[in-house]
């Protein structure tokens, strides 16, 4: 048996997206993989379990244990909508002191397939973390904003979809500099965080660990710029089997970049609701319905002229 630890950190307010998340990576778990899940949140918020508990019962190879956090980052800055769970991430070396390396993830995600291999052959021994490079430097405004930081933008990692070596970040005491940085005013909040203070000691891991809307966007469009950092077999594996990250619009709120394999894996959990699934896109439905003529035909010249470019 294989066991994968794995850490997820939200508030009331995505319980029903964690649920599918966490149906998506027991889905695809192989037969001797067992993931031990732990859910971080605020001991000030009473957290919604009824459906989390049930995850067990549709998927025996797992099991679900609950962290409460104090309220060390109450205060912290929220900016686009991303709120104080975000900074929970920053203590897993302290609040799940059980394994060595574990791992992070956002539950705007769906996964396609099993993380044993990822978790095992992960070599952290000279590292703090892991995760997928963001590109950051390929955008303008944030190469400008971390070039005002001092920071490298080239090097920096998404946050979302990580491995913490959490044995030598409690050996180097790496955790006080989380903390410690946490009041600041962040554009990228605990991706910055973590960025800054690992910086030097960051594992690069492959896009299939974090397939990020960005990223899928640039492997139509500018995929030469991705070559750069990847082989196009890396890249086709992670558009086929890689964590499906919803870094942008949510799929359960809008329209967005492969939306479908989020309700595809809604539709396949035991916890969907054909009414909600009905109203969404009888809703989208109608909001397309209600489009202006002008406002058609530029959603045709955008398909047909930019949806087509190679």
Known sequence: MKIVPIVFAFDNNLVLPACVCISSLLMNAKENTFYDIFILHSEKAKLGKTELDKIPHYYPNCKIQYRVVDETFDESFEIRGITTPAYYRLLIPELIPEYDKIIYSDVDVIFRSDLSDFYLSTDMKDYYIAGVNSLAHLIPKNLAYYKRMGVD?????????LIFNSKK???DEIIPKFRSLALNKYKFQDMD???????????YLSPEFCLT??????TIYNRSELNKFWKDEIIDRALSKGIVHYNGQKPWKGLCVNFDIWWEYYRKSPFFDEKFYFDF??????ELDGLSLLKRIKILVRYFVFGRRK
């Open 281 to 286: 896109f009888y809703h989208k439905l109608n």
């Open 153 to 161: 933008a080239r090097g920096i990692i998404y946050s979302g979809n």
């Open 169 to 171: 970040i409690i050996e």
């Open 213 to 218: 809307t960005y990223i899928s966007n640039w």
């Open 193 to 203: 965080i973590l960025n800054i203070v690992c910086e030097g000691k960051i594992k």
